[in-house]
């Protein structure tokens, strides 16, 4: 075996059980499945309204997933302590490139520091360390769009992510 | 006014003027050239462009063809394997079929490292292909096309100076495997590479400081 044969590694599908409505399953690469993975990259396409990070109504129970590490995760905002992470929006429209294909609304910060970023364009959105970040809306939508995120860690559990179970849908 | 609104980061958009038969435009986040503007925060270069039919890249030009190099303002480019001097750098091959993500949409044949050391990856269902700094990359072969690949290169810097990239001019491209991709034609070859694919360096930086 040559000494680059391994750096041809097969992309990793998460699929949700049952299929989420508006999202499609979710390319991922990081050092999961290759050592020398430099960043977590995950790769996914947007088909129809959706959001992310929204949270549970008041009063609902909360939804709590517990990854296969022991961590606790779920659909609420996060903060990501020891790594950056930048969401990439881009339409599938080629002939319209401007073109998003819906609009997108993606809170940034919280409390009196929140930022609500509103795009109907491609658009990258840099979060920074211990920035908390989401919910993100998808509406208004005509087209699908693939959104990809890079977070600047091998992998997960080193980007030590914590998620605000707190939150609550307004 | 909280300073997060800059945090929302319009790309840059690179486009061949005419557009290359086989790929749309590229999404580009960090900094092509020297006098764009770019958010120096975020610290991956990442380029997003979508491959449309047959195509290939680093191919060089065969036996008997006028080499052609780019300008890119600060730098010479063009179609030829390439050295990254500076970083590392992952290249992310995904499919577009909703119905069947494992299916890629196309062949693939990529070639990384050179002389006795090189390899040739060939594969039609999703792959990332990490280059370390310093081993040759090219050509890459894009053939048997059914449905848009995606392609998403992720670097450890986050602009092409730091990555320092270095193109092998030397390299003599293979007749056959281009024909593969586009056919016996080779007028269409000619009209392929027959004029600067890319919008001039001047226009692309007024455009820049006009934004």
């Not at chain 1, 658009?123 to 959104?147: E, I, Q």
Request: net charge negative; glycine share 8%; charged share 30%.
């Amino acid at each position: 075996m040559g000494m680059y044969e391994k750096y041809c590694v097969e992309l990793n599908i998460k699929k949700d059980v049952p299929p989420i409505k508006g999202k499609s399953p979710v390319y991922m690469f990081g050092q999961d499945y290759f050592r020398d993975a430099f960043s977590w990259t995950e790769v996914m396409t947007i088909t129809d309204e959706f959001m992310m990070m929204e949270g549970t109504a008041k009063g609902k129970e909360k939804i709590v997933h517990i990854g296969p590490d022991g961590h606790k995760g779920g659909p609420y905002p996060k903060w990501i302590h020891n790594a950056e992470k930048v969401f990439l929006f881009c339409g599938t429209d080629l002939d319209h490139p401007e073109d998003l294909g819906a609009t997108v609304e993606f809170h940034l910060g919280e409390g009196t520091q929140e930022e609500v970023l509103v795009f109907d364009q491609p658009r990258a959105v840099f979060v920074p360390k211990n920035l908390r970040h989401g919910p993100v809306y998808v509406k208004d939508f005509h087209r699908s769009l693939n959104v990809v995120s890079v977070l600047n860690a091998p992998n997960r559990q080193s980007a030590d992510i914590e998620t605000d179970f707190t939150y609550e849908q307004e | 006014m909280s300073n997060l609104k800059n945090n929302c980061i319009e790309m840059y958009l690179r486009e061949d003027i005419p557009r290359r038969p086989g790929r749309a435009g590229t999404w580009i986040l960090g900094q092509e050239f020297k006098e764009q503007e770019y958010f120096e925060e975020a610290p991956n270069m990442v380029e997003i462009l979508m491959i449309t039919g047959n195509y290939m890249m680093m191919n060089g030009f065969p036996e008997g063809f006028q080499k052609r190099t780019y300008n890119m303002g600060d730098h010479k480019g063009g179609p030829f394997p390439k050295y990254n001097k500076g970083c590392d750098k992952t290249m992310i091959f995904s499919g577009t079929n909703m119905e069947d993500l494992r299916d890629l949409g196309a062949h693939v044949e990529f070639h990384l490292g050179e002389g006795e050391d090189e390899v040739v990856f060939e594969f039609d269902s999703p792959r990332a292909v990490f280059i370390p700094q310093n081993v040759r990359y090219g050509p890459i072969y894009i053939t048997d096309f059914k449905s848009d690949v995606m392609v998403t290169n992720v670097y450890t810097v986050n602009s092409k100076a730091a990555a320092q990239v270095v193109n092998d001019f030397e390299f003599v491209g293979d007749d056959a495997k281009i024909k593969k991709v586009i056919g016996n034609d080779l007028e269409a070859y000619k009209k392929f590479y027959g004029s600067d694919p890319v919008v001039p360096m001047e226009e692309v930086v007024k455009r820049s400081k006009k934004k």
